[in-house]
């Protein structure tokens, strides 16, 4: 049973190793967060968090938005505006929702492929 475990623990090391080494080919550190701070007072400007992911090979996209205290605040949204086939974004509107996130910091996590990118964005009220 050893011997088959160590097998395995072996192939799945392989497998990491392989999809890490295409995420690092394809360059996916050009993904970034479009603006740090968010002004949801509706009048076009910064009213919504948009992370820009580098994504040519068409990876697995998600976003999620947490308060402080870890709680899941939002699922971010494709908004994919971008008009390339390299990118696509992710948005979240702090006034979408069943209710309005308040002003104040919230923690994004995006994960693009196998790897995984966070950061805080600030709301202002």
Known sequence: ?????FILSLMFACIVTCLEQSNAA????????????V???EDGKNDT????CHNPMDLFVSGKIYSLKGRLIAKMQDADVSGSDEFS???????????????????YQIV??????????????
């Open 1 to 5: 049973m050893n011997g088959r475990l």
């Open 26 to 37: 394809i360059n996916i550190e050009r993904s970034k967060a479009m603006t740090k701070f």
């Open 39 to 41: 002004t949801p007072n």
């Open 49 to 52: 968090f948009v992370f820009q």
């Open 89 to 107: 974004e992710l948005s979240w509107n702090p006034n979408s929702g069943s209710e309005k996130a308040k002003g104040g910091v919230y923690i």
């Open 112 to 125: 693009i492929g196998l790897k995984v990118y966070r950061g805080t964005v600030i709301v202002v009220r």
